[in-house]
């Protein structure tokens, strides 16, 4: 690690082992990235949205006649976001460490 050079000692018989603890570590990888992935995408709609209603200039009458949807349309977008964010999070490993490790 680093600048110190160590040596790992694997017993032979338990090289399928490792090989499998291996495999799943590298797919538990990939699919972090594809969780990283959704969650910046996520993010990104997000803010897009929360952007898009900051931004609207509406005259007063249609201020006057839209808050109720416009807060309304806005809880629905933060309840979907924190939703799909928490369902993304809780991604489960454990059928990939069945698969290689058994």
Same mark, same amino acid.
């Given at each position: ?17 490792? !090989?499998?603890?291996?495999?799943? +570590? ?15 995408? !996520? ?14 200039? !509406? ?6 006649? +839209? ?14 976001? !924190? ?20």
């Amino acid at each position: 690690m680093g600048a110190i050079d160590f040596s790992i000692d694997i017993d032979k018989t338990q090289f399928t082992a490792l !090989l499998g603890l291996y495999k799943a +570590l590298f797919v538990i990888a990939e699919k972090y990235k594809s969780i990283q992935t959704e969650l910046d995408v !996520l993010d990104k709609t997000q803010a897009t949205i929360h952007h898009m209603f900051s931004l609207r200039q !509406l005259s007063e009458q249609a201020i006057l006649n +839209l808050p109720d949807i416009i807060n309304q349309t806005s809880k629905q977008v933060e309840d979907y976001y !924190l939703q799909r964010k928490n369902e993304i999070r809780q991604y489960d490993f454990e059928p990939i460490f069945k698969k290689y490790i058994g």
